[in-house]
């Protein structure tokens, strides 16, 4: 009942700025298709950062960042991986000031008004797992991206975890910034379970996003790109376990029936 509560309460608050935010999405296709991609790209982010901040205090998050100043600065050749536990863990990565990333997100992202609007402004990539040839497509394009010095994101789970717990990287989302010698950053997320799956309260929860020491890609032997998705994960293991725990977070034990 408390969940359905906050989230009647956020939606009340939330769904109307998001209907809104369409007027400044079309103001950014108009500027894009007259050249102005400046003024386009700074009404997007402006526009982007006001709807995620909204969207959690409404939800009751409180934002706790660390190790932003890992996240390479003046390139945009690099790629965060992190773990996904939440339909929110997106919106958090959108959430730190300053930066700008796009995302491989599941096509059915197609399917939902504003929010697919939004992703096709920061051109978002669109990743189907059940068609492997269009799966291969998306980790090209956002290889593409990065290479132009674009900024990507991508969850390399495959899918959100049910339990709250981290599961196996797959080997393939990394090729996304290996085969350009991009930059992985590992990210952390802990607590957006609570926002909306996991939340049985009014009061305000944590959520943490923590940005761990970036990998350098270029110049990787064969053994070390192959060991790649082990080590990102056991990295983002370790440091979210590290994070406080947080009232109301459930995960099932490993040993427990899936």
Same mark, same amino acid.
């Given at each position: 009942? $408390?969940? +359905? =509560?906050?989230?009647? !309460?956020?939606?009340? %608050?939330?769904?109307? *700025?998001?209907?809104?935010?369409?007027?400044?999405?079309?103001?950014?296709?108009?500027?894009?298709?007259?050249?102005?991609?400046?003024?386009?790209?700074?009404?997007?982010?402006?526009? $982007?950062? +006001? =709807?995620?901040?909204? !969207?959690?205090?409404? %939800?009751?998050?409180? *934002?706790?960042?660390?190790?932003?100043?890992?996240?390479?600065?003046?390139?945009?050749?690099?790629?965060?991986?992190?773990?996904?536990?939440?339909?929110?863990?997106?919106?958090?990565? $959108?959430?730190?000031?300053?930066?700008?990333?796009?995302?491989?997100?599941?096509?059915?992202?197609?399917?939902?008004?504003?929010?697919?609007?939004?992703?096709?402004?920061?051109?978002?990539?669109?990743?189907?797992?059940?068609?492997?040839?269009?799966?291969?497509?998306?980790?090209?394009?956002?290889?593409?991206?990065?290479?132009?010095?674009?900024?990507?994101?991508?969850?390399?789970?495959?899918?959100?975890?049910?339990?709250?717990?981290?599961?196996?990287?797959?080997?393939?989302?990394?090729?996304?910034?290996?085969?350009?010698?991009?930059?992985?950053?590992?990210?952390?997320?802990?607590?957006?379970?609570?926002?909306?799956?996991?939340?049985?309260?009014?009061?305000?929860?944590?959520?943490?996003?923590?940005?761990?020491?970036?990998?350098?890609?270029?110049?990787?032997?064969?053994?070390?790109?192959?060991?790649?998705?082990?080590?990102?994960?056991?990295?983002?293991?370790?440091?979210?376990?590290?994070?406080?725990?947080?009232?109301?977070?459930?995960?099932?034990?490993?040993?427990?029936?899936?």
């Amino acid at each position: 009942m $408390l969940r +359905f =509560l906050r989230i009647l !309460i956020g939606a009340i %608050f939330v769904v109307p *700025f998001l209907v809104l935010s369409y007027i400044p999405y079309w103001l950014v296709c108009i500027l894009r298709k007259t050249g102005h991609e400046t003024a386009a790209e700074k009404i997007t982010w402006c526009t $982007l950062k +006001f =709807l995620v901040r909204w !969207i959690f205090i409404f %939800f009751g998050a409180r *934002f706790k960042i660390v190790g932003k100043e890992n996240v390479p600065q003046g390139s945009g050749r690099y790629c965060l991986i992190g773990n996904h536990t939440s339909m929110f863990d997106i919106v958090a990565l $959108l959430y730190p000031a300053g930066l700008h990333c796009s995302f491989v997100g599941k096509i059915e992202i197609k399917k939902l008004p504003v929010i697919s609007s939004w992703f096709k402004a920061i051109d978002a990539v669109y990743i189907d797992r059940k068609n492997p040839r269009q799966s291969l497509k998306a980790i090209i394009d956002g290889s593409r991206m990065i290479e132009r010095g674009v900024p990507m994101s991508i969850f390399p789970e495959g899918t959100r975890s049910t339990d709250g717990r981290i599961h196996e990287f797959k080997a393939g989302s990394f090729k996304m910034a290996t085969r350009v010698g991009g930059i992985i950053v590992p990210v952390v997320c802990k607590g957006t379970r609570t926002v909306f799956e996991d939340g049985f309260s009014l009061l305000p929860r944590p959520v943490y996003l923590e940005f761990l020491p970036h990998i350098p890609t270029e110049g990787m032997g064969e053994e070390e790109l192959k060991a790649l998705p082990e080590r990102v994960q056991s990295l983002i293991q370790d440091a979210y376990d590290k994070l406080p725990p947080i009232k109301g977070l459930r995960i099932k034990p490993h040993d427990a029936e899936a």
